[in-house]
């Protein structure tokens, strides 16, 4: 993999963060989210989804269990496919792990 180097002056990054929030500031985030936008964000995962980064170390202990049930549900209104997105996943599978290995049905 190329590495790439990026240089972007002081000036640049100040005008696209205040365009950003120029953009920002004009959205409703009461407006409806659109039909089709709506469909894909319930529909069901299909199961070959890829959790990137996760750490494979298991939750052992009470403490870690309660933290990871407040973390996910800090992150619960992440969007699929972003990086909150991402760590939710992480976070829902390390529960359920630790939940099939202390609460067996």
């Known amino acids: 993999m190329a590495a790439v180097t990026v240089t972007i002056q002081r000036e640049e990054l100040i005008m696209?963060?205040?365009k950003l929030n120029i953009l920002l500031s004009k959205c409703d985030v009461t407006a409806p989210i659109p039909d089709d936008l709506a469909a894909w964000l319930d529909s069901p995962s299909v199961g070959n989804e890829i959790i990137t980064d996760c750490d494979d170390t298991p939750l052992s202990s009470d403490d870690e269990y309660r933290a990871a049930l407040k973390k996910i549900t800090e992150l619960s209104d992440a969007i699929p496919n972003t990086v909150e997105g991402s760590e939710l996943e992480k976070w829902i599978?390390?529960?359920e792990t630790y939940e099939n290995?202390?609460?067996p049905m």
Do not use: A, C, D
């Open 16 to 18: 696209k963060n205040t």
């Open 93 to 95: 599978s390390l529960v």
């Open 101 to 103: 290995e202390h609460f």
